[in-house]
T-cell receptor
Framework: GNSVTQMEGPVTLSEEAFLTINCTYTATGYPSLFWYVQYPGEGLQLLLKATKADDKGSNKGFEATYRKETTSFHLEKGSVQVSDSAVYFCALRTNSGGSNYKLTFGKGTLLTVNP | NAGVTQTPKFRVLKTGQSMTLLCAQDMNHEYMYWYRQDPGMGLRLIHY???????AKGEVPDGYNVSRLKKQNFLLGLESAAPSQTSVYFC????????????FGPGTRLTVT
C-alpha cells in the first residue's frame, strides 16, 4: 500500500536559518505529492504540490522537487521566519484506479522558529 | 466565501454518549472526507463520500457513521463515544478528478471522558 515517511520532529531553528524537512514515499504508479501546513489552532492548508517526476512545487519561499529515482519530496526554505512555525505534513495521492482522490499523510513535523 | 466549516469547534462527551459533527462546504465540491488527527499519527481517513447519497469507509471507520444527504453537507456520527475517540476531527472537500486538491475545515476538538 501507499505510505509516507517524514523526518521526526520537533525541528527548532533560528530565524533566517535554512530548513529541510525530509519526506520519502512508497506508492504504486505515479502519485502526486503535496506539502500541507497547519498553523496553531487551524486546519491544514495546501503549501505546494508536484504532479509528476522532476516537477518543482514552490510557494511562500518553500520549495520541493519530486524525485522519482529516490522516491523523495523534501521541503526546503532558504531563510525561515518566526511566522513559519507550524506543523508540516507530506502527503501523496495516487492518480489511477478507484482511490485516486484519497490522500495518504505522513505523521507531520513540528517546526519552531525562534527570533 | 466560507470554504469548509465545521460545527462544533469543541465538545466534551461522557463515555457512551452520542453526537454528530457537521461539515459544510460552499465550493460545490463532489468529494468530502472526514479525518482524525492524533499526536504522532498524522491524519487518518475515517470515511469519505464521492457524491450526494454515497459514502465509503476509510482507514479507521469503526465506531463512526456518516451521511451525505445534501451535496454541501457531510455528517459524522458517534453512536456510543469511547475515550479512544478523543481526537481532533477534520473535514475536507475536493472537486472531482485528479486535479482536485483538498480544502480543510478548522477542526473539531473532541474529548471523551
Amino acid at each position: 500500500g501507499n505510505s509516507v515517511t517524514q523526518m521526526e520532529g520537533p525541528v527548532t531553528l533560528s530565524e533566517e536559518a535554512f530548513l529541510t524537512i525530509n519526506c520519502t514515499y512508497t506508492a504504486t504508479g505515479y502519485p502526486s505529492l503535496f506539502w500541507y501546513v497547519q498553523y496553531p489552532g487551524e486546519g491544514l492548508q495546501l503549501l505546494l504540490k508536484a504532479t509528476k517526476a522532476d516537477d518543482k512545487g514552490s510557494n511562500k519561499g518553500f520549495e520541493a522537487t519530486y524525485r522519482k529515482e529516490t522516491t523523495s519530496f523534501h521541503l526546503e526554505k532558504g531563510s525561515v521566519q518566526v511566522s513559519d512555525s507550524a506543523v508540516y505534513f507530506c502527503a501523496l495521492r495516487t492518480n489511477s484506479g478507484g482511490s485516486n482522490y484519497k490522500l495518504t499523510f505522513g505523521k507531520g513535523t513540528l517546526l519552531t522558529v525562534n527570533p | 466565501n466560507a470554504g469548509v466549516t465545521q460545527t462544533p469547534k469543541f465538545r466534551v462527551l461522557k463515555t457512551g454518549q452520542s453526537m454528530t459533527l457537521l461539515c459544510a462546504q460552499d465550493m460545490n465540491h463532489e468529494y468530502m472526507y472526514w479525518y482524525r488527527q492524533d499526536p504522532g499519527m498524522g491524519l487518518r481517513l475515517i470515511h469519505y463520500s464521492v457524491g450526494e447519497g454515497t459514502t465509503a469507509k476509510g482507514e479507521v471507520p469503526d465506531g463512526y457513521n456518516v451521511s451525505r444527504l445534501k451535496k454541501q453537507n457531510f455528517l459524522l456520527g458517534l453512536e456510543s463515544a469511547a475515550p479512544s475517540q478523543t481526537s481532533v476531527y477534520f473535514c475536507a472537500s475536493s472537486r472531482q478528478g485528479r486535479r482536485g486538491e483538498q480544502y480543510f475545515g478548522p477542526g473539531t476538538r473532541l474529548t471523551v471522558t
